[in-house]
């Protein structure tokens, strides 16, 4: 579903991308990790043909279509994005506009122009977003304007706009970052149920830990630009974990008591106590 080759990216003096090479296979599902700035986001919007690469060898394909090489996006870019579904951290809705065209705003890649100025979508697409509402648990709230949401809400119209867009891929760039525990573990679930029952590629990137590992069976951690670890979740280690994250995070991955979990989160903001129901380590937010 995913090859890319030796892909570099640098803002300014800063190597964003270092020579990475990776392989996708289809109706995977895979959790990017790494700090801030390690090159996850970067990452996703290479692969989603929203940013170049450096002009050094490298190349992007997605399900056997070249998305960039050499630092050139393809002449059908256009056409390539309708078939990479993103999700993004902030949202990307339409605020003034109501929930359920938001979502039919997925569809705008197999919309005539004239149809989609008019907002006249065929009736299918509007069924195929009444029911990718329902799956989100927001139907009731179709006609509502997406301004008058909750974050946790809009997130999931986002989510709902991607269904309607019926692509083979997905790739969420922390969905769940602004989310509480349940909304998150419901968008999980989501993700989870689509690549499992649906067969559709995941890629999604978290801070948090404990639901990379407990969602995603493979693992790709980032650090300094580069591929530190691609493997499976179950197998990330303490050691591995502190290189990744820094002793802090190292400490808490390893599993400590959960009174001495809270203490931690007390005195450092970028830590979030973990729920008691997620049995798979703790929750970061590095």
Do not use: W
């Not at 690549?195 to 404990?210: A, C, F, K, P």
């Amino acid at each position: 579903m995913l090859r890319i080759e030796n892909l570099n990216k640098s803002f300014g003096s800063v190597r964003a991308l270092d020579g990475i090479n990776l392989k996708v296979n289809p109706s995977e599902m895979v959790a990017l990790i790494g700090a801030s700035g390690s090159g996850k986001s970067t990452i996703l919007r290479h692969i989603s043909g929203l940013c170049v690469g450096d002009k050094a060898p490298g190349e992007v394909v997605v399900a056997g279509n070249p998305i960039q090489a050499n630092g050139k996006l393809a002449t059908d870019i256009r056409t390539l994005r309708a078939g990479i579904g993103v999700i993004f951290q902030q949202f990307n809705l339409i605020g003034r506009l109501n929930v359920i065209t938001n979502v039919l705003l997925g569809a705008l890649g197999r919309t005539p122009i004239l149809r989609s100025l008019c907002r006249s979508f065929y009736s299918a697409d509007r069924q195929l977003a009444m029911e990718s509402l329902r799956k989100v648990g927001l139907e009731s709230a179709a006609f509502q304007r997406a301004s008058t949401l909750s974050g946790g809400q809009q997130q999931r119209v986002a989510v709902a706009r991607t269904l309607v867009q019926k692509s083979p891929l997905i790739l969420a760039d922390e969905p769940i970052a602004s989310l509480d525990p349940e909304s998150s573990i419901k968008i999980m679930e989501l993700l989870q149920t689509l690549n499992r029952e649906n067969g559709l590629t995941v890629i999604v990137s978290l801070h948090q830990i404990d639901y990379a590992v407990k969602y995603c069976p493979r693992v790709v951690a980032l650090c300094g630009g580069r591929i530190y670890y691609d493997g499976p979740s179950q197998q990330l280690t303490t050691d591995k974990m502190k290189s990744i994250y820094g002793e802090k995070a190292a400490a808490m991955f390893s599993g400590q008591s959960l009174e001495t979990q809270r203490l931690v989160a007390k005195t450092s903001p970028n830590v979030l106590v973990p729920r008691t129901d997620i049995p798979v380590g703790n929750t970061l937010n590095a």
